[in-house]
């Protein structure tokens, strides 16, 4: 199986004026057709940096994808630096202008000569024509190995990918099997507890088994590389099962399944409606609430911190006023190095408070505040 590694190019990525959201995409893609990735590299718009990085994923890669720096301006240096990594001159093709320009009249506009950069490609590369954008890609082979630059723009990088890419990669390497993945979301549990529970499965070879912690929540992620898709769903789900066999009603959603939808259907399922109010979280649960306004009736957000006495009553009277059947409170305060954190729930089955002390940094105790809080929601009536 060919090994990967992906390079993404632009200055205003190191810089964090743009969120990368090439690699994650191309991981995907790549995971899904069965290539392991080992590296992923962020490099400004430098060609004597890029090409240092291109030679260096050279040594440990089959494939390196570069995204990023296809532009027709001067600070645009990918194949410039692709040219002088392989130690070649760029080559003009008129087909490649050609397409440049066709793509600009459909777009209504007149190319200026500096576009015209973008027809140059390192020496013996192979074109790929761009058909939703204007800068054209190019894959150089150097023995077994490729190196496949696309452009930056992520919709003409999808595309592109999808269209040629993933095709080529098929063709050139063979590709029979795949990795498929599984995202496992839990909450209410640490990662340690997890760990103690599941950690004999972790170390398996394929299927392969680990843990992402978030604020309030653990992720269970199970891949397993196979031949086929069956073989691999298979895989998966022989270890699943021991997974929520053991961690059983922590685990509240799969894959794409956000806490807050699971939490809101448990309250629709029971015909019911929720308010929130929510005091020194800076608007984080009501946002997120927001977002899925199935069974989401309104919320109050507070600045300032509220006693758990204060934080139940002012929740019962908010509930009561939107005329809802459920009150969900939290509430944020100091302690010291710490932070208190009160929750509260209230419905006609009753009161169910919790107070819990949170130690990690200031800036993620509304997330954590939030996904606690969204975890009595998805559990009511589980005492009944």
Same mark, same amino acid.
């Given at each position: ?48 940096r890029i090409a240092q990085a291109i030679r260096q994923g050279l040594t ?171 073989e691999a769903d298979e895989r998966i789900a022989e270890v699943e099962g ?31 409606? @929720? !308010?929130?109010?929510? %005091?020194?979280?800076?608007? +984080?649960? &009501? #946002? *997120? ?53 009160? @929750? !509260?729930?209230?419905? %006609?089955?009753?009161?169910? +408070?919790? &107070? #819990? *002390? ?27």
């Amino acid at each position: 199986m060919p090994t990967a590694e992906i390079i993404i190019i632009g200055t205003e990525i190191l810089l964090g004026e743009i969120q990368d959201t090439n690699s994650h995409t191309l991981a995907r893609l790549l995971r899904d057709l069965g290539i392991d990735l080992y590296h992923i590299t962020a490099i400004g718009d430098n060609p004597q940096r890029i090409a240092q990085a291109i030679r260096q994923g050279l040594t440990r890669a089959d494939i390196l994808l570069t995204t990023g720096g296809l532009g027709p301006t001067v600070d645009d240096p990918t194949r410039q630096a692709v040219a002088l990594a392989i130690e070649r001159d760029t080559e003009f093709h008129p087909e490649l202008w050609e397409q440049i320009q066709e793509r600009f009249r459909r777009f209504g506009r007149i190319p200026t000569e500096n576009n015209r950069r973008q027809a140059y490609i390192p020496q013996g590369a192979i074109a790929i024509e761009n058909r939703v954008g204007t800068a054209p890609a190019f894959i150089v082979e150097l023995g077994q190995q490729s190196i496949i630059s696309l452009p930056g723009v992520p919709s003409e990088m999808n595309y592109l990918m999808q269209h040629e890419i993933l095709p080529y990669l098929r063709r050139r390497y063979n590709l029979q099997g795949v990795i498929k993945a599984r995202i496992l979301h839990t909450a209410g549990v640490g990662e340690s507890q997890i760990d103690d529970l599941i950690g004999d499965l972790e170390t398996l070879n394929n299927p392969t088994v680990g843990l992402a912690a978030h604020a309030g929540q653990v992720d269970v992620r199970i891949t397993a590389k196979a031949e086929t898709e069956r073989e691999a769903d298979e895989r998966i789900a022989e270890v699943e099962g021991l997974v929520r066999q053991r961690l059983g009603q922590w685990i509240y959603g799969v894959d794409q399944e956000t806490l807050e939808e699971v939490a809101l259907r448990a309250v629709q399922e029971r015909h019911w409606r @929720l !308010v929130a109010v929510e %005091s020194g979280m800076a608007g +984080t649960l &009501v #946002r *997120l609430l927001a977002k899925v306004p199935s069974a989401f009736q309104g919320g109050e957000v507070l600045n300032s911190g509220l006693s758990m006495e204060d934080l139940q009553t002012r929740t019962d009277a908010y509930r009561h006023r939107q005329g809802v059947e459920v009150g969900l409170g939290a509430s944020i305060q100091p302690r010291g190095e710490s932070h208190e954190v009160c @929750l !509260v729930l209230i419905t %006609s089955l009753g009161v169910q +408070t919790s &107070v #819990r *002390l949170y130690g990690g940094p200031a800036e993620y105790a509304p997330r954590w505040a939030t996904n606690y809080a969204l975890d009595m929601v998805r559990r009511i009536g589980e005492k009944e």
